[in-house]
Antibody, heavy 125, light 106 residues
Framework: QLQLQESGPGLVKPSEALSLTCTVS??????????WGWIRQSPWKGLEWLAN???????YYNLSLKSRLTIFADTSKNQFSLRLSSVTAADTAVYYC?????????????????WGRGTLVTVSS | DIQMTQSPSTLSASVGDRVAITCRAS??????LAWYQQKPGKAPKLLIY???SLESGVPSRFSGGGSGTEFTLTISSLQPDDFAIYYC????????FGQGTKVDVK
């Protein structure tokens, strides 16, 4: 059974960068069938998709956050990571990594069928 | 951005009730819609994809319908395990979620 596990600092200072890693076990992120994504959840914005990546390196970013986001993968470690720069208190949230199913013949990423347990990140000095 | 709006925000119901939650998209999304269930302290769990396809392992009391801009998640007979928050998510153009509908005890 494939599992995803987020890791990263629980506390980040304002203006610094947040880095999170998702380790995938029981399956390969090099699969041609899935994208791999990050979603966060906060009381003020609810569930918010951030970014996703395909084994080929193809990426999508939330346009409202694109200037601050980077997603990348390390297939040798079966991990993918997210970096969010210049954080503020508004970036305080639970961050989830998830597997995203391709939903049509064009290979477009669709719904999220498996999620990690989430990791709380607090931005505070 | 495609905005997703759920109604009601909170739904109070009893075990055995038939429950329906509505999700409206700000533009047509065909049937590219998923539904999730979330319990406190847990990640969302996929219930329905492509508006009406039941995810493997999800009880058949859950069903989804709709197309275009209006969608419905129905629970035919509410069970104690179903008290939770439900979210819709579109994947027609990027990926956005509704604000959630909390189903609580009447």
């Amino acid at each position: 059974q494939l599992q995803l596990q987020e890791s990263g600092p629980g506390l980040v200072k304002p203006s610094e960068a947040l880095s999170l890693t998702c380790t995938v076990s029981g399956g390969s992120i090099s699969s041609t069938t899935y994208y791999w994504g990050w979603i966060r959840q906060s009381p003020w914005k609810g569930l918010e998709w951030l970014a996703n990546i395909y084994y080929s390196g193809r990426t999508y970013y939330n346009l409202s956050l694109k200037s601050r986001l980077t997603i990348f993968a390390d297939t040798s470690k079966n991990q993918f990571s997210l970096r969010l720069s210049s954080v503020t208190a508004a970036d305080t949230a639970v961050y989830y990594c998830a597997r995203q199913v391709l939903y049509d013949n064009s290979g477009s990423p669709g719904y999220f069928d498996l999620w990690g347990r989430g990791t709380l990140v607090t931005v505070s000095s | 951005d495609i905005q997703m709006t759920q109604s009601p925000s909170t739904l109070s119901a009893s075990v055995g009730d038939r429950v329906a939650i509505t999700c409206r998209a700000s533009q047509s999304i065909d049937t590219w819609l998923a539904w999730y269930q979330q319990k406190p302290g847990k990640a969302p769990k996929l219930l329905i994809y492509k508006a009406s396809s039941l995810e493997s392992g999800v009880p058949s009391r859950f069903s989804g319908g709709g197309s275009g801009t209006e969608f419905t998640l129905t629970i035919s007979s509410l069970q104690p395990d179903d008290f939770a928050i439900y979210y819709c998510q579109q994947y027609y153009n990027y990926w956005t979620f509704g604000q959630g509908t909390k189903v609580d005890v009447k």
